[in-house]
């Protein structure tokens, strides 16, 4: 493996090549020069970021539609208004594999493939990559942090919502609202408290 060579020598003991990707809020951020080449346990988080990005659904949000499904079928006797939910639920499904991007999912995604210079390139801890997502949606709007160079070469699609990503990352997050609020009403709680408790 090559040696990564920095005139700050930030990463001079890595086995592998690493490159500067950007900077935000200040904080230098660092990739790996070939996405195909990482160590194995941020690879292995980047595989489930990837999964995430393609299914428009995260792991919390398939548990609480199964749940629903499960409650529903395993009731006394489904209603009528039971009924009208499940296909309610499935039908947002379908809605969800038409979309082009979850906001969160790409900052997850960016969270695996870019680094600063306190990380262990080799490792992904999952406390200090929410910190990091938080500092981007602090230190940033969505244009300047979606549509920075690195971040559209890993997401090519970006660059067709450029103009209305703002936009279209507040209708989306809206409707993800929506879907959320729809898969709570049958847990007991209510749904505008569980939904924001996640957030």
Not at 81 to 96: A, G, P, S
Not at 101 to 113: C, N
């Amino acid at each position: 493996m090559k040696q990564a060579i920095f005139k700050d020598d930030v990463f001079k003991k890595s086995e592998y090549v690493i490159k500067y990707a950007f900077t935000s809020g200040g904080v230098k951020y660092y990739q790996f020069d070939d996405v195909f080449n990482i160590p194995y346990r941020r690879g292995l988080e980047a595989i489930h970021a990837y999964d995430e990005l393609a299914m428009k659904c995260d792991r919390d949000y398939l548990e609480r539609h199964q749940k629903l499904v499960h409650d529903i079928l395993n009731g006394d006797k489904i209603t009528m208004n039971e009924w009208n939910l499940l296909n309610q639920i499935n039908d947002q499904l379908k809605q969800r594999l038409e979309w082009v991007v979850v906001p969160d999912h790409i900052y997850r995604l960016a969270s695996v493939v870019f680094f600063d210079a306190s990380e262990n390139p080799a490792n992904y801890e999952i406390s200090y990559a929410k910190s990091k997502i938080e500092h981007w949606k602090k230190s940033d709007d969505i244009d300047d942090f979606f549509l920075r160079k690195p971040i559209v070469e890993l997401l090519p699609f970006l660059r067709d919502l450029e103009g209305n990503l703002a936009a279209y990352f507040r209708a989306v997050e809206k409707v993800n609202h929506h879907h959320y609020t729809n898969l709570y009403t049958g847990f007991g709680e209510t749904a505008e408290k569980k939904y924001t408790d996640k957030q």
